[in-house]
């Protein structure tokens, strides 16, 4: 297929307009007072958000070179959507205002090589005035208000923020849409995992379909249980103690259930399948063995259920099973243990890359520390269903980050803070190296810009009033006043 071909200002101008076509549909939702859009989808219906990357990510332009430029700032967002887990339209509004600059400049005779060695020698500035602005964000109460802006609603934001003080910021909190209009918050003791009982007949509690048990053994194994002779051993080992009996296995055959139901009906054995697959299955069999004191009865190691002995049992004081969960509650490993698993999932954790690697890792960290919690989206319809999830995946992403490397003034304000911090770096280089410095200055004002623009105000005047108050004041979009 033939290729077809611009140069120079013809292709820098294409780029450009398809910057500002993708910008044009985002911005308008930055800040507290942000339009909505609605996008078609194939299927399904249309989905309605204010989240920059999961706009981005359906915008595709006819022109293909004009998409050329859409496809790069997309990229941006989906970047700083994957590291940061928010921020995906700021990151948008910065993008387009510093390529629509740069090209201004470039026309104007500006050298594109140093043009960008003014560029990045202005961000490594600004990097390094967030950072030194950042404030520890210590005590509940600020990261509920990290939690309340972010998702825009004081009842989403308090319950994100309640889910990060129980769980802790080792802990795994999830989403999930509610059965009913409310939403709400369910926080699962312990270590826990998507996999419940094989059989409804070993529920012990028949209102809330829920299998229990009290101080069980608990075996654990990748071998397949085809005949009821291979459990002979760890069931009298559980029997002489009189403790109930939990099977962790991969593949367990009716035969075999049918005769542990047999024996003394529900309550006493308990059958559920491993959680993950592959290498994730055989990582997260090794920590439920520490977590509760016991061993993986591997067959790569030439394990033998009929060698076990009761110190290759793991112990809980309970466990509480339904169709599609399992807890494991207050597991008898070594504290010690558990520690040195947890720091090694750290350790794997701070070089994997952010994608589903991490994800894992990070869901890892959370079952070593004992808590999960689920944040079920109520809503009268799918639509603002898949809204409120898209809310509190936002807070989520902005208490984590707070919690790690602390808050500055929200809204805009800090960028339009620093922004002046620049003028001393522009003097210390000369020429288009120094234009590029300039280029920044005055992008780092386009976000608190747009958010006043969106919410009614004068941007002009609320970008010259935040640069000149102290740090930590800004300007409050919702309430439509300056303040801490």
């Known amino acids: 297929m033939p290729k ?22 985002v911005e308008p939702t930055l800040g507290p007072k942000g339009m909505n859009a609605m996008i078609d989808r ?7 958000t204010r989240d920059g990357v999961s706009i981005a990510s359906e915008i595709e332009l006819h022109d293909r070179f004009e998409n050329m430029g859409a496809q ?11 590291v940061a887990g928010d921020g995906t339209t700021t990151a948008i509004v910065l993008a387009n205002a510093l390529i629509q600059g740069g090209i201004e400049a470039n026309e104007r005779g500006a050298k594109s090589v140093d043009l960008c060695k003014g560029i990045e020698l202005a961000v490594k500035a600004v990097v390094v005035a967030l950072k030194a602005s950042a404030k520890p964000a210590k005590g509940n109460g600020i990261l509920a208000s990290v939690a309340n802006i972010a998702a825009t609603d004081a009842r989403l934001g308090a319950l994100v923020a309640e889910a990060h003080q129980r769980v802790g910021a ?26 419940g009982y094989l059989s409804h007949h070993m529920v012990t509690d028949q209102e809330k379909m829920e299998a229990v048990l009290e101080r069980p053994y608990i075996l654990m194994t990748d071998l397949k249980i085809k005949e009821p002779k291979a459990l002979e051993t760890a069931r009298r080992i559980a029997d002489e103690a009189g403790r109930p009996l939990l099977i962790v296995s991969e593949e367990v055959s009716p035969e075999v259930v049918v005769t542990l139901l047999g024996k003394q009906g529900p309550g006493k054995y308990l059958v559920v399948h491993p959680p993950e697959y592959g290498h994730w299955r055989k990582a997260m069999m090794e920590d439920l063995a520490i977590i509760t004191g016991g061993k993986v009865i591997a067959r790569d190691l030439g394990g033998r259920l009929e060698d076990i002995t009761a110190e290759d049992l793991g112990t809980a004081d309970r466990v509480k099973t339904s169709s599609s969960y399992t807890s494991i509650i207050r597991g008898g490993g070594d504290h010690d243990a558990i520690a040195s698993r947890r720091a090694q999932v750290q350790r794997q954790y701070e070089v994997a890359p952010p994608n589903i690697e991490q994800d894992k890792l990070r869901e890892r960290l959370a079952k070593l520390s004992g808590g999960t919690a689920i944040l079920y989206a109520g809503g009268v319809t799918p639509v603002e269903q898949k809204r409120t999830i898209q809310l509190i995946e936002d807070s989520l992403n902005a208490v984590r980050a707070a919690s790690e490397e602390g808050v500055v003034a929200g809204g805009g304000s800090a960028l339009a803070q620093i922004a002046p911090l620049l003028d001393k770096v522009a003097t210390s280089v000369d020429g288009d190296v120094a234009e590029g410095v300039r280029l920044v200055r005055s992008v780092l004002t386009r976000p608190l810009w747009r958010i006043a623009a969106n919410a009614g105000a004068d941007p002009e005047a609320v970008v010259t009033e935040v640069t000149r108050i102290n740090g930590g004041y800004g300007y409050n979009a919702s309430a439509g006043n300056y303040q801490n």
């Open 4 to 25: 077809i071909m611009l140069h120079n200002s013809e292709a820098r101008r294409a780029l450009a307009r398809g910057v500002f076509r993708l910008a044009t549909a």
């Open 42 to 48: 194939p299927i399904g219906t249309p989905m309605v």
């Open 72 to 82: 790069v700032v997309r990229e941006v967002s989906m970047q700083t959507n994957e």
């Open 170 to 195: 080792e802990g795994v909190i999830t989403t999930d849409f509610s059965v009913t209009t409310e939403t709400t918050l369910d926080v699962v003791e312990g270590m826990s995992f998507d996999r």
